[in-house]
């Protein structure tokens, strides 16, 4: 036998060969035999088939087949079993692995089809017995998958079957079995049936529902409710009623989502603001600042988007924080000795608080906020509420409408104490000299211009409690040509410290031209000290307290100038409006006009 399909062979005489007549040589015969692939080991190391189950020799070739019931796999050696079965429109029945009870087939690829009418689903009753190879880590070798619209559960191996009842909450299942070509396990086997759909127990997410079932049937009726800070759709209801359908799926369906906030409503002027960007929905954060420093934030300063859709602060305020003025607290200081007549110049930025009023009535005024002022009514009382212009951040009065950094500021509305009586040509009374000046617009608060505090309580009264009046009114001048003094209106902001005179005193009125005592009432004090007091054009400007020195701040708006007996008399004693009697007039008054 020849190991191949070709044979050469080789006949080969010498020249010498006496008795070549008396020799016969040989005789071959020769056949083509077909070999038999069948039987011939498969090239490599011959341990596996070429047919996995039968081989059916032929001239040159061989072709591979099947036993009854499988198929010939693409590969054309493999054999594999055909189990595909559709069950559509069975309500009940038995599906088992081949050969159930006994060991299923290797090569197994079975696939059956489950379908029922839409209002019903498939529950499927695992047998106990079950058997489906698993590798020593766990991993399916064979497997059992049941696939349904929503997605594929499984794969199941090993000896635990899928917990039954199997509820697919489907009317369309398929389940399908594939195993390999070795291996004698059992298989499995189950029972299907219908059942009605049922409605699951959760409607949608972040709710609950009341009353409370593991499943609804048709026709049931609940009522969903939203989890805490959540809404229906978005709207102001956190409740709704639906019914379970033959369907298996609730009808109305809402969703519940977040409460929203929305953007809290901060003001225009762009003084308080947002720390980063602003998430609105329920449990959200925010946190607010003040975008300069001559401003505080009154308030709390985290907020968070609470389940009524409103924004709370750790302690439950929902009232948004506000930037106020930082007031009272320059930073310069003035020395501590001076005074208006003759006395010391105030330096920029030393009284950041004191406006000038040029015309059509010299006087002052003090900031009290970013947008409002407060003066002495006597300096107002013949002014439209439009015409007053007011000068703030300077020193020189002289440089109001020259220097680019004065802060020019024209009133929008001034408001006079309705208890003060205006247009008196021999008054006896400079009772209530108090006024507001609303500006037409917001001034920048900087190092030379921020407001005086207000009083925050009424206080007692202290004899000669040292104080400081500042402004722009006369002083007295020495005229060295002619040996004299004489009462200027200052050009430089000047300011004295003076202490506060005894109510005795004060009760001392000077005389008027018909010779009646002006009228001294308890929203007046009186105030000066030796060679230092307020004059003439310093009218409406600010008496502080304490005395303006460093480490004493914050300093209050304790008094108005208001009036007092001429400069030339050398009196020394000034009559002031008693601001802490109008603190709440003041803030009433502005609260009512800003709400406007």
């Not at 959760?202 to 049931?220: D, K």
């Not at 010299?362 to 407060?374: E, F, P, Q, Y």
């Not at 402004?471 to 300011?495: H, N």
Request: charged share 20%.
């Amino acid at each position: 036998m020849s190991p191949g399909d070709k044979v050469s062979l080789i006949f080969q005489t010498d020249g010498n060969n006496p008795e070549r007549h008396q020799k016969v040589g040989f005789s071959i015969q020769h056949q083509a035999i077909d070999i038999d692939e069948c039987s011939a080991p498969e090239p490599g190391d011959g341990s596996d088939p070429l047919c996995s189950q039968i081989c059916l020799n032929t001239l040159g070739t061989y072709f591979c087949s099947c036993h009854h019931g499988f198929e010939l796999h693409s590969d054309q050696r493999t054999c594999v079993l055909s189990c595909t079965e559709d069950l559509s429109g069975l309500n009940s029945g038995n599906i088992s692995s081949p050969s159930w009870p006994a060991s299923y087939a290797e090569n197994a690829n079975c696939q059956h089809t489950l379908s029922v009418e839409a209002h019903l689903w498939l529950e499927l009753h695992f047998s106990e017995d079950f058997d489906v190879e698993q590798s020593p880590d766990g991993q399916c070798i064979d497997a059992l998958t049941i696939e349904t619209p929503s997605g594929t559960l499984g794969p199941f191996c090993g000896h635990t079957p899928p917990p039954s009842p199997f509820l697919t909450h489907s009317n369309h299942v398929q389940i399908r079995f594939i195993s390999d070509g070795f291996g004698t396990n059992k298989g499995f086997s189950l029972y299907f049936k219908t059942r009605d759909k049922v409605c699951p127990a959760v409607v949608t997410p972040h709710s609950t529902v009341t009353p409370q079932q593991p499943e609804y049937s048709q026709g049931e009726t609940v009522t969903v409710t939203c989890d805490l800070g959540y809404v229906v759709n978005s709207t102001l209801s956190s409740e709704y009623l639906t019914t379970c359908q033959s369907t298996g799926v609730w009808t109305p369906t809402y969703m519940c989502e977040p409460v929203d906030c929305g953007f809290p409503g901060i003001p225009e002027d762009g003084i308080l603001q947002l720390v980063g960007s602003a998430h609105t929905q329920y449990k959200d954060q925010i946190q607010f600042n003040c975008s300069s420093k001559y401003y505080t934030l009154e308030g709390d300063e985290t907020y968070i988007c609470n389940a009524t859709g409103e924004w709370a602060s750790d302690g439950g305020k929902t009232e948004l924080p506000k930037c106020t003025e930082m007031c009272g607290k320059p930073e310069k200081h003035p020395a501590s000795i001076g005074r208006i007549l003759g006395g010391k110049n105030a330096k920029l930025g030393e009284i950041p608080w004191h406006l000038l009023i040029k015309e059509p009535r010299r006087g002052g005024a003090s900031l009290i906020n970013d947008r409002w002022a407060v003066t002495g009514a006597v300096i107002v009382e013949d002014i439209e509420e439009t015409s007053l212009r007011l000068y703030g951040g300077l020193i020189d009065g002289r440089t109001a409408d020259s220097l680019s950094d004065v802060v020019v500021v024209d009133s929008e509305r001034i408001i006079i104490h309705p208890d003060y009586v205006k247009g008196i040509d021999d008054r006896t009374s400079f009772d209530n000299d108090i006024a507001l000046i609303r500006f037409s617009s917001r001034v920048n608060l900087g190092p030379n211009l921020i407001p005086i505090c207000l009083p925050e309580v009424k206080r007692s009264w202290v004899e000669n409690e040292l104080g400081t009046v500042s402004g722009w009114g006369k002083t007295e001048v020495q005229i060295k040509k002619e040996d004299a003094t004489r009462f200027v209106t200052s050009a430089q902001l000047k300011y004295a410290h003076i202490g506060v005179k005894p109510l005795s005193e004060c009760e001392d009125t000077p005389l008027t031209s018909t010779k009646e005592r002006m009228l001294f009432t308890n929203n007046m004090f009186c105030a000066g000290a030796d060679g230092k007091d307020s004059c003439q054009k310093d009218s409406g400007g600010p008496f502080v307290l304490p005395m303006l020195a460093e480490g004493r701040e914050p300093y209050y708006l304790t008094g108005i100038v208001s009036w007092g007996p001429p400069c030339e008399e050398r009196q020394y004693k000034g009559y002031y409006t008693k601001v802490e009697n109008y603190v709440d007039w003041i803030k009433k008054t502005i609260d009512t006009i800003e709400k406007s």
